[in-house]
Nanobody, 122 residues
Framework: QVQLVETGGGLVQAGGSLKLSCTAS????????VGWYRQAPEKDREFVAS???????TNYADPVKGRFTISRENRSTVTLQMNALKPEDTAVYYC????????????????WGQGTQVTVSS
């Protein structure tokens, strides 16, 4: 069974930085697309960033471009470096990975982590 565990969330002042980690068990991330999503209170879950199954391509939502960086740290860990944080970045951040190898993140189903809270104070 694949499990994803996110860590690194917390409270930070606007302009600060946080680094989130997502660690997989039951399977590695090698050959699988991985991404980060977030959900703010009373809002729908939204895409933040992803890396394709090769790890060669990354994609970012417009609100985080230039501030967030997704990286594959090793076969089982993907990180999200978040800089220049803003109050509107406050949300629960979720890690996701494709169920099938060598496909896009949202094709064929997705595994999700339990989420980690990020709160940015103004």
């Amino acid at each position: 069974q694949v499990q994803l565990v996110e860590t690194g969330g917390g409270l930070v002042q606007a302009g600060g930085s946080l680094k989130l980690s997502c660690t997989a068990s039951g399977r590695t991330f090698s050959g699988y697309a991985v991404g980060w999503y977030r959900q703010a209170p009373e809002k729908d879950r939204e895409f933040v960033a992803s890396t394709n199954w090769l790890g060669a391509l990354t994609n970012y939502a417009d609100p985080v471009k230039g501030r967030f960086t997704i990286s594959r740290e090793n076969r089982s860990t993907v990180t999200l470096q978040m800089n220049a944080l803003k109050p509107e970045d406050t949300a629960v951040y979720y890690c996701a990975t494709a169920r099938s190898p060598r496909v896009a993140l949202t094709m064929g189903g997705t595994y999700w982590g339990q989420g980690t809270q990020v709160t940015v104070s103004s």
